[in-house]
């Protein structure tokens, strides 16, 4: 049947007719190059059996490439573990991306990955060192291992991996390392790159917090040096008016400053003041300063005005014999109706050291607190 004598039909028949010189073309191109694949994945391994460790790497690299028409997992092993044990890391790094993924009829092993995962990130083989921190990081595996997970973490996220650095400041940061969280975040940080945007916004936030803290801390120093120095200076205000009494009641009960107590009682010595001190003062200069020429103040001081029956900053009136002594000094020593024993309590105190475990109860609740925590009574 003759064909129809319109220029449309005579235009698809060439259409037609070039379509499959094309075609067959290609299939008789394909042929050969895939012979040449063959041929030389052949080579390799020929080279490899030969003793080339290098020929073995490219043999396995060829067969562990799922696009390659001769892709077969398993027998890549053999020949990828020779390159490995001859130190080809990159063979090495496959080996830990096969027994990680469980690729073709090779069953997972995460074992198996992180060993040779982390023989490839030895020679700084990427595959090997991603492989290593996904093994050592996740949780629930046998091969959890915090410290290699940090590790590997801080390699990939030196090589650029975003998500290693994300990974590893958070991890910084629940350790309240909150500096380091923030520079790593920071350092992976760029600008402008839309897969930049988790670490960069998680490193700002590091960054106000960081800096709003600062600003706190700051504006905390400078209203305690503000306050330092208006103690500073009524004391100096108290001292320029000659009243060292009232100088060193301050420097004792409101500043509680060792410096300025031991500047008001050598003022008040060398100017012949101490007789304006009550004695309560030099029973609290005695047990701040243990020694040097405060302490000798004080003790002369106290020896001075030591009576027989001083309580020191204590009030005598309600020790035990206090009313038996009082009545004594009415009555005489055999008042009418009395006898002249004083009384005595039916109790004693526990041992020897009981008045310095009062003390040391006084002392503790005394030093509980932040204020007095710093006091020299608190330190001594």
């Known amino acids: 049947m003759n064909l129809p004598s319109t220029g449309i039909s005579r235009s698809v028949l060439r259409l037609f007719m070039a379509l499959v010189v094309v075609l067959w073309s290609l299939s008789w191109g394909l042929e050969p ?3 040449a694949a063959g041929d030389a994945l052949q080579s390799r391994i020929a080279a490899c059996d030969a003793g080339d460790r290098t020929a073995c790497r490219d043999a396995g690299m060829i067969l562990s490439d799922g696009e390659n028409t001769s892709y077969d997992a398993f027998l890549s092993l053999r020949f990828l573990q020779l390159a490995c044990t001859a130190n080809e890391i990159a063979a090495c790094g496959r080996l830990a991306l096969i027994f990680y993924a469980g690729e073709g009829n ?3 092993d995460l074992a198996s990955a992180a060993n040779f995962g982390a023989r490839a990130c030895t020679g700084q083989d990427r595959d090997g060192c991603e492989v290593a921190e996904a093994v050592f990081a996740n949780g629930a595996s046998p091969q ?3 410290t290699k997970a940090l590790r590997y ?21 629940t350790l309240n390392e909150h500096l380091q969280a923030e520079q790593i975040a920071l350092t992976a940080c760029k600008p402008g790159d839309p897969d930049s945007r988790e670490v960069c916004t998680f490193g700002k936030q590091l960054q106000d917090r960081r800096r709003d803290i600062e600003a706190q801390q700051q504006a905390q120093r400078q209203a305690a040096l503000d306050a330092r120095a208006q103690k500073e200076a009524l004391f100096d205000s108290l001292m320029a008016q000659r009243d060292y009494g009232k100088a060193l009641y301050y420097a004792l009960y409101y500043s509680r400053s060792v410096p300025q107590a031991e500047a008001a009682a050598l003022a008040a010595s060398h100017a012949g003041a101490l007789q304006s001190i009550p004695d309560d003062h030099f029973y609290v200069l005695e047990f701040w300063f243990r020694s040097g020429p405060v302490a000798g103040i004080a003790a002369s001081e106290i020896a ?3 009576r ?3 309580c020191g900053i204590f009030n005598c009136t309600n020790t035990p014999g206090a009313s038996s ?3 004594e000094a009415q009555n005489g020593r055999s008042g009418s109706g009395r006898s002249s024993a004083p009384y005595r309590p039916d109790y004693a105190p526990a041992g020897p050291d009981v008045r310095q475990q009062v003390r040391d109860k006084y002392r503790q609740s005394h030093c509980g607190g932040a204020v007095n925590a710093n006091s020299p009574t608190c330190r001594s």
Do not use: H, P, T
Not at 153 to 173: E, H
């Open 33 to 35: 190059a895939m012979a």
């Open 106 to 108: 090779v069953e997972r």
């Open 304 to 306: 001075k005005r030591k």
């Open 308 to 310: 027989s029956n001083d």
């Open 144 to 146: 959890f291992d915090a």
């Open 325 to 327: 002594r009082r009545w």
């Open 153 to 173: 973490r801080r390699i990939n996220c030196d090589f650029g991996n975003r998500q290693s650095c994300i990974a590893l400041a958070r991890i910084y940061y």
